[in-house]
């Protein structure tokens, strides 16, 4: 499979709210279309982080078996 990046986004993780939360689901949560959603931790060198990278892929193109 071939996938190609649609988006990367930073979104803070510092206070834990439910405001927050919410900018998170919407990249963990199920989409209409078939994705690939890698998550890593950013903002600081050491525990804790303050934010979260999400970078979003599509699939460009399929090869036939």
């Not at 988006?7 to 919407?26: C, F, G, I, L, M």
């Not at 890593?40 to 970078?55: D, E, I, K, Q």
């Amino acid at each position: 499979f071939t996938y190609r990046v649609e988006s990367v986004n930073q979104v803070p993780w510092r206070e834990k709210t439910d405001a927050e939360w919410e900018q998170h689901v919407r990249f963990l949560g199920a989409t209409d279309e078939e994705q690939l959603t890698l998550v890593t931790c950013s903002g600081a060198a050491f525990y804790p982080f303050p934010a979260r990278v999400y970078v979003v892929a599509h699939l460009a193109e399929t090869v036939a078996p």
